[in-house]
């Protein structure tokens, strides 16, 4: 007979012999039954040793001060293997500057951080919001629709053209490569094989190298492709280090506010007195963003590799070992976080959270996804949008981006 634990719907998976705890399986993920085998992990081992995944032997970083201290020490952890628990096939891997050390991976942040500095924002926050107020008003009234599709996806693909100023009518094929550059290879998949994925994102390169040809020979602008282009630090890429920082531009600028998006309306209908409680007060829309990116962590994890022997959480682990950090489980960390399984738009220390990361590798652009964000929930409560969700989200079947890629909801005319 199967047990499950209680007000977390995971299976008997959870209770079987602690170093059999595999908390990298998708379907986990898909299926939301992932959030018992963190309590558990958190409470019994909180830095764990899996000896067996289909990622090889790993450990787990599941409370939320441990992750803090691997995040914010790159000289003993480092992201030059790669941030995912996934190892890339040597045949496709691609450089960039989040698998970087210093001095160049800040040499090369730095050629793109201006594009999300405040000064830019401010200008961006305008067009945002007029385009919030055109993809509202022309959501379907009375009838269902999928709001990933049309809210959460057209406006982060709306803005990722802006920032690259790609053209607006291609603008979905960012979105496609963002799934794709986050895809694990899987057999009965579309993208089963490594080679597939490659193949891919090389008309990615194709496609971006076009732009990046028409605008090296143009006047620097303030896009992304025009910075790297007219930076001494990224002007000389090799290709695939291009592309890797495309994707990995691509995929930061569109998963974490795509995701919560979704997730902070559906949290939203999941806990009524907290949206009663923004309606009476619309001044909370700023916390409830950062609320709602907590409890969405549209990053799961990040990964890093020992660089040296060190110890976390009381554990030896040995130089070249794989560690992951759980956000999504510090994140829900009872011993830093009060009441942190419940979704509360007024909490104290509410930007108390791990989903933008810490240290030299935090989210570059965490500022323009909380403004998006913010901007749309303002114009819906303006709007007195009641937007109901219809039927039961679909999730997608990753351990490292956390989301969605169907919600069934429906406004009332």
């Known amino acids: 007979m199967k047990t499950r634990l209680a007000n977390y719907g995971a299976d008997d998976a959870c209770s079987i012999p602690l170093s059999n705890l595999d908390v990298s399986e998708?379907?986990?993920?898909?299926?939301?039954?992932?959030?018992?085998?963190f309590e558990r992990l958190r409470r019994e081992d909180?830095?764990?040793?899996?000896?067996?995944?289909p990622y090889g032997p790993y450990w787990s970083v599941t409370k939320y001060r441990d992750i803090v201290a691997v995040d914010t020490n790159h000289r003993a952890f480092s992201s030059e293997r790669g941030v995912t628990i996934v190892d890339v096939p040597d045949k496709h891997w691609t450089q960039s500057f989040i698998k970087m050390g210093p001095p160049k991976h800040a040499q090369q942040r730095d050629t793109v951080s201006p594009i999300v500095a405040p000064e830019n924002l401010t200008k961006l926050e305008s067009l945002i919001r007029s385009r919030v107020r055109t993809i509202l008003d022309g959501l379907p009234r009375n009838d269902a629709f999928n709001w990933v599709d049309m809210v959460s996806i057209e406006l982060?693909?709306?803005?990722l053209a802006t920032l690259f100023d790609f053209p607006f009518e291609d603008r979905r094929l960012l979105t496609y490569w963002s799934d794709v550059g986050v895809t694990i290879p899987k057999k009965g998949q579309p993208v089963d094989s490594w080679d597939k994925r490659s193949a891919i994102l090389s008309e990615c390169l194709d496609y971006f190298t076009r732009l990046w040809n028409e605008r090296i020979n143009a006047e620097p602008r303030v896009d992304l492709i025009s910075m790297m282009a007219h930076s001494p630090a990224t002007r000389h890429m090799e290709p695939s280090e291009f592309l890797g920082n495309l994707i990995l531009l691509i995929v930061g600028g569109n998963d974490t506010t795509r995701n919560s998006i979704t997730g902070g309306l559906?949290?939203?209908?999941?806990?009524?007195?907290?949206?009663?409680?923004?309606?009476?007060?619309?001044k909370l829309v700023s916390s409830a963003v950062s609320e709602i990116i907590r409890y969405q962590t549209p990053i799961a994890h990040m990964r890093r590799n020992a660089a040296t022997d060190t110890i976390v959480?009381?554990?030896?682990?040995?130089?070249?070992?794989?560690?992951?950090?759980w956000y999504i489980s510090g994140n829900r960390d009872e011993e830093v976080i009060e009441n942190a399984s419940n979704f509360v738009i007024d909490r104290k220390n509410v930007?108390?959270?791990?989903?933008?990361?810490?240290?030299i590798h935090r989210c570059v652009g965490r500022h323009l996804a909380e403004l998006q964000l913010k901007i749309l929930w303002e114009e819906m409560l303006n709007a007195g949008l009641e937007v109901k969700i219809v039927g039961e989200p679909e999730r997608i079947a990753s351990n490292f981006a956390h989301g969605y890629s169907a919600l069934p909801v429906q406004i009332a005319a």
């Open 26 to 37: 998708a379907k986990r993920f898909q299926d939301d039954s992932i959030w018992g085998c």
């Open 46 to 53: 909180p830095v764990h040793y899996c000896q067996d995944s």
């Open 156 to 159: 982060t693909t709306q803005m």
């Open 266 to 282: 559906l949290f939203m209908n999941q806990y009524p007195p907290e949206l009663r409680k923004l309606r009476d007060n619309p």
């Open 313 to 325: 959480g009381g554990k030896q682990i040995r130089q070249g070992d794989k560690v992951v950090m």
């Open 351 to 359: 930007r108390q959270h791990l989903s933008f990361g810490f240290g």
